[in-house]
């Protein structure tokens, strides 16, 4: 299974020829998507997890040279408005694939443009409230109108995620701003995140906000595994436990309506590093239950642009029609570090999380 998806991510023709990833393929219309940044910035990490090296240079050379203009990260490789754009959360993923890739080859240009885009995310899109604007136009840099219906066009806890772009930054190099940036969001995230969650009436906005909630639970770990004896530490794992707990239930309720094979695979990834980290326990059962159903989103088919990845998701139990490479990755990592727990090897360290 974990194979097969990797096959998909290498032959499926999801990475384009000049190394960018597309954002999903559209079985409805037989065509990519146009690359898309952030998931070409995931899929340097899932390739280099994966052990396929060559196609994580390819992908971390379209970031770095072709992608990156010097001063900013768009979001989408088009002529269209999308291209238009960059986004804060997209750009902290673009930052960790550089030195993902940095750090398996030692090429200092990516190092280089991953401490420049770290830069450009702490001053361009900085607020007067004290957060970060969500999505920028561009050229201008100018802040797009917030819509507090739609989280990925808000300031919010997910966020956090992308912030550990400057937790790695500055493991690289040392430079206390980037560890500061970090903590404030942290901080800010910490006292804010209950109320993400439901955050919509529509049950299927709901779910699309699970799988952003994920992203906070995610951007905890750094902190959350630090030494015994630090406040932060013990609020990141309350917020951890906690964070489990309300992704379980809001999921139990809405899986009838509308499923997400990322959000499955993102609660499970959670889960087992929180099991390793020795914050909670992995409930077995629940893993167990979540990684089957994770299995039952995999595309089989007779076309090789297909076959191997993994339905984005359904409602009311039809497909619909995205085969997605950031919830192919997701789920091929949940379910690789799923047989890692289950046969009792060493665990993974939180820097390898696509």
Request: with cysteine.
């Amino acid at each position: 299974m974990v194979a097969k998806a990797c096959a998909w991510i290498v032959r499926s023709g999801i990475q384009e020829a000049p190394g960018g990833v597309a954002r999903y393929y559209r079985t409805d219309l037989a065509r990519n998507h146009p690359i898309s940044t952030e998931i070409t910035g995931y899929a340097v990490s899932a390739f280099l997890f994966f052990e396929q090296p060559a196609h994580a240079l390819a992908a971390a050379r379209f970031l770095a040279r072709q992608a990156w203009n010097g001063h900013s990260m768009p979001f989408e490789m088009s002529d269209g408005p999308n291209g238009l754009a960059t986004y804060f959360f997209d750009c902290g993923i673009v930052v960790r694939g550089l030195l993902a890739a940095w750090r398996a080859t030692g090429e200092e240009e990516f190092l280089g443009v991953a401490i420049a885009l770290g830069r450009a995310m702490a001053t361009d899109f900085a607020s007067t409230d004290s957060d970060y604007h969500p999505i920028l136009e561009l050229p201008e840099k100018k802040p797009v109108p917030r819509d507090p219906l739609r989280w990925s066009r808000s300031a919010g806890c997910y966020q956090l995620k992308s912030a550990l772009a400057w937790w790695e930054l500055f493991e690289a190099t040392g430079e206390a701003t980037f560890l500061e940036r970090y903590e404030r969001l942290l901080d800010n995230t910490l006292r804010s995140y209950a109320s993400f969650l439901p955050g919509h009436s529509d049950p299927l906005k709901v779910v699309d906000r699970l799988h952003a909630f994920l992203y906070f639970v995610e951007g905890i770990l750094p902190k959350a595994c630090e030494p015994s004896g630090s406040p932060t530490r013990e609020r990141c794992r309350a917020a951890l436990c906690d964070g489990i707990r309300r992704v379980s239930g809001h999921l139990a309720q809405t899986a009838s309506e509308f499923e997400r094979s990322d959000v499955y695979a993102q609660l499970m990834r959670i889960r087992i590093f929180a099991d390793w980290m020795g914050i909670v326990p992995l409930d077995e059962a629940a893993a167990r239950r979540e990684a089957a159903i994770l299995a039952g989103f995999q595309a089989v088919s007779d076309d090789r642009r297909i076959d191997g990845g993994f339905h984005f998701g359904r409602k009311g139990g039809a497909w619909l029609p995205y085969v997605n490479p950031v919830s192919t990755v997701f789920a091929a990592q949940a379910l690789a570090l799923w047989q890692r727990h289950r046969e009792g090897e060493a665990p993974a360290g939180w820097v390898q999380l696509i």
